[in-house]
């Protein structure tokens, strides 16, 4: 039975969690650890092994290289999943960051912290991962949201990007010495690119998708097409919905936290230079993206979708939906698929990119 002392720390978590879900909308939040950093990517080059370059995936253990719907569904193929709410087994992932020596050119995997600490007061996600959120619309939070069904997948962001694009979503913080910031994203404060200075809490990453469907797709063949951002312009979207994608889907978000503080020399980033590339070769930053494949056991988004307009779901924590600790979370892992091959996880020096990808600026 928990003492008086600890009762009250639970209750204060809880209020301030419940406090943090009214002030920045109705939503889950919750934490993933990471499955797997390997090269594979099974909406862009699915069967490919490898594909061009390194990702950082988390969710169900299921994943794979075709994740072919027509042949599974994850939250029936999967066994585990690295996230805290246990009954989602979608695949959320991201690129890798690198660190690229202005001595010698060789590259370091830059490590992950910290960015968010649960209803139970642990840190979380353990050994790296994502924050992921779930969100209702803003400023609108009794508008119900439609749940993504069985077989749905999208992309956000353009590889291909060395300069400003239209997406308001994909951006980066420049944390400070207080660390990691709870913040809204891609406001005043952040940029697209990577940031021109040293950070004394690292960088965090954020990459939010479209809040809405056309309805009918499950997928289009740039995984784009078939959802739209919300025609307000708002990063954190309203409710509205243009009329080629009527459907007002939970909008979802990506942080991730890069822990480049071992970096900090300022001797990196004199002349308007900066140390770090993504695992795609992009030295701006501009091109951050981020891949999804919906798998969360049957109705229960919607549910959790559902209980968000009430007063007992609040983050990660949600009567709606069954979850686990971070602790449990992070035993899910798989052996990569691309086996042999040395990304750098374990903060080895590397010559090159993994694929021997080439980096750019412009």
Not at 191 to 218: H, M, Q, Y
Not at 309 to 334: I, M, P
Request: hydrophobic share 30%; net charge neutral; charged share 20%.
């Amino acid at each position: 039975m928990m003492d008086k002392r600890s009762l009250l720390a639970t209750a204060i978590i809880f209020c301030n969690a419940f406090a943090q879900n009214i002030n920045v909308g109705r939503l889950l939040r919750f934490s993933c650890s990471q499955l797997v950093i390997e090269r594979t990517d099974p909406l862009v080059n699915p069967g490919l092994n490898p594909s061009p370059h390194t990702h950082q995936i988390v969710g169900g253990n299921s994943f794979n290289v075709m994740m072919d719907p027509q042949r599974m569904d994850p939250s029936t193929a999967s066994t585990c999943t690295s996230c805290t709410y246990s009954e989602d087994f979608s695949n959320y992932w991201t690129a890798s960051l690198y660190f690229k020596s202005p001595e010698n050119g060789t590259y370091k995997m830059v490590p992950q912290q910290t960015n968010f600490y649960g209803i139970d007061g642990e840190g979380q996600p353990k050994g790296g991962g994502m924050t992921i959120y779930y969100m209702t619309p803003f400023r609108s939070r009794t508008q119900k949201t439609t749940a993504f069904p069985p077989g749905f997948r999208m992309i956000t962001g353009n590889p291909e990007l060395r300069k400003r694009g239209l997406n308001p979503g994909i951006c980066h913080r420049c944390n400070g010495d207080a660390g990691p910031t709870a913040i809204a994203p891609c406001d005043l404060s952040d940029t697209a690119e990577f940031p021109p200075r040293p950070c004394p809490g690292g960088i965090r990453a954020s990459v939010t998708f479209p809040s809405c469907w056309d309805g009918k797709n499950l997928d289009s063949p740039d995984h784009a097409s078939h959802v739209a951002y919300s025609p307000d312009g708002l990063v954190l979207a309203g409710a509205s919905c243009p009329a080629s994608h009527p459907i007002r889907i939970p909008q979802l978000m990506y942080e991730i936290n890069w822990d480049t503080r071992q970096f900090n020399d300022a001797e990196y980033f004199k002349g308007g230079r900066q140390p770090f590339v993504y695992s795609f070769g992009d030295g701006s930053g501009y091109g951050q993206h981020g891949d999804y494949i919906f798998g969360w056991k049957a109705g229960a988004l919607q549910r959790g979708m559902d209980a968000v307009l009430g007063e007992d779901c609040v983050n990660d924590v949600c009567s709606a939906l069954k979850n686990q600790s971070s602790f449990e979370g992070a035993k899910c892992t798989k052996q990569t698929q691309v086996p042999g091959e040395d990304v750098g996880r374990g903060g080895q020096w590397l010559t090159a990119l993994p694929g021997d990808v080439q980096v750019t600026y412009k």
